[in-house]
């Protein structure tokens, strides 16, 4: 079992810088315009001679309300009625994708997010999964990870009971907090009693796993209001919990400048916030898995971690890394062999190409050999919190310390730090560390010295 992480104020202090969060290597920083459906189409022919399974993730853009918080790709409006044009491209998508591939390629994972997937309405959604499963190999006897997220003020008893009927098993809610002063701050007023109704719902109805989302940093919230939220949310029992650090980028985020920069809590406040949580779902018996997540030890992504087997995607950590991943919907992101690829965030221009009958790529990126080594070391460090040189030299036929030497020095002064154990094959992330991880990682990026990391989140 892996040992608990460790609080060091000192090392959170001298490594807490921002970087990517690597739910790819090379991260979508580096995509690029010259990327387009001619190699899309190229790696799904690769994907089908090669009979991988496959993993979709189905973008629905619309909010009715807008929360100040939010960096996501969304669109907020309260008329229903925008969601039968967008899915009607969407379903264009969807054919033309599954055209290129096998259909005996089964579909392991299954993903609706957002926005707010049940935006759409109970025919939307059944007309959507139709779809799906005209044009891929959806999996009929529910061993398939397929999950959906909820926003509870959007869904209902009836609608978990459709969601299950459709082939849903897993849940991922929103909460972040349960202050009503800070529920006002950012403009999402939602009850414990509305999240525990979806909750109790997803219980009785048999779904295989409920995640919960939380994010520390928010306007208003202080060590102690957070932790009596974190509190009343370990005795919902998730199965899954993402604690998140609100990054307040309002020069790239317009809901942003909504939030009063002076009700945020201050870094030492943030700190406070996650030590305590972590002390928390610790003594709940929740385990780290790693990048704000937290799991039970009898989850999937528990175990997997402790059998090595854990991998990180586009759909954060996963035990179905070795799918493909296809994207399908306004700005989703395809991850297909050695090639990442993007659909246009724009939805006029999403609609726009697919009305004329043209795949909505829009820029990406065809992995060189060096991305995949480095790709191959950040995710086992990321996920594993570990890395044996001689895995990577028998993978990609190389002397580690010969290629990666000028490195060495950093990963020296890591060791130094107590952040890592550096040995001759291998480096392990200690419990002092784990929290870091990322900062680890960036050790190993050949992108992120020509990066603007205001781009980026901190660590913590």
């Not at 990327?35 to 001679?49: E, Q």
């Not at 919230?221 to 307040?248: C, G, K, M, W």
């Not at 898995?289 to 995607?313: C, K, S, V, W, Y």
């Not at 190409?353 to 086992?380: E, F, H, K, P, Y």
């Amino acid at each position: 079992m892996l040992d608990a992480i460790r609080w060091d104020s000192d090392l959170i202090r001298r490594y807490d810088l921002a970087g990517p969060r690597y739910t790819s290597y090379p991260t979508a920083v580096q995509f690029h315009g010259q990327v387009g459906t001619f190699d899309l189409f190229h790696a799904l022919r690769d994907s089908r001679k090669a009979q991988r399974p496959l993993s979709l993730y189905v973008h629905v853009p619309f909010c009715a309300n807008i929360c100040y918080y939010c960096a996501c790709n969304k669109v907020i409006t309260k008329d229903r009625g925008r969601a039968q044009p967008y899915l009607q491209r969407l379903e264009q998508e969807i054919q033309l994708i599954a055209c290129h591939l096998d259909p005996a390629q089964t579909v392991e994972q299954l993903h609706f997010g957002g926005g707010t997937p049940t935006f759409l309405s109970h025919d939307e959604l059944r007309q959507l999964m139709a779809h799906l499963r005209k044009h891929f190999n959806l999996l009929n006897d529910d061993s398939g990870d397929y999950g959906i997220e909820i926003d509870p003020r959007e869904a209902d008893w009836s609608t978990m009971g459709l969601l299950r009927e459709l082939g849903f098993n897993r849940v991922s809610i929103g909460l972040q907090d349960l202050d009503p002063a800070v529920q006002r701050a950012v403009n999402r007023l939602q009850s414990l009693e509305e999240t525990r109704a979806v909750i109790d719902a997803a219980r009785t109805l048999q779904f295989r796993s409920i995640n919960i989302d939380l994010i520390y940093g928010l306007p208003k919230q202080t060590p102690d209001n957070f932790a009596r939220t974190v509190e009343e949310v370990i005795s919902l029992q998730p199965d899954r919990l993402s604690v998140f650090n609100y990054a307040h980028l309002p020069e790239r985020f317009m809901p942003q400048r909504r939030i009063n920069s002076s009700d945020l809590p201050s870094p030492a406040h943030k700190l406070e916030m996650l030590q305590r949580t972590i002390e928390q779902l610790t003594a709940a018996g929740y385990r780290y898995i790693g990048m704000d997540h937290f799991a039970l030890p009898d989850d999937e992504l528990a175990i997997a971690q402790e059998e090595h087997t854990l991998q990180r995607n586009f759909q954060g950590y996963t035990t179905h890394g070795h799918c493909d991943l296809i994207g399908l919907g306004v700005s989703a992101i395809s991850q297909i062999g050695v090639l990442y690829c993007q659909n246009s965030s724009d939805l006029n221009a999403y609609q726009n190409s697919l009305a004329s009958a043209q795949l909505a790529t829009s820029r990406g990126l065809v992995c060189n050999a060096d991305d995949r080594l480095r790709r191959a070391v950040i995710q086992q460090l990321i996920c594993n919190f570990k890395l044996e040189f001689a895995e990577i030299e028998q993978q990609f036929n190389i002397d580690f310390q010969g290629y990666f030497g000028a490195l060495w020095p950093q990963l020296q002064g890591m060791a130094e730090d107590g952040l890592i154990r550096f040995e001759r094959e291998r480096i392990e992330v200690l419990p002092a560390g784990r929290l870091l991880v990322r900062s680890v990682c960036m050790v190993f990026d050949a992108y992120l010295e020509q990066q603007n990391r205001q781009r980026f989140s901190r660590v913590i």
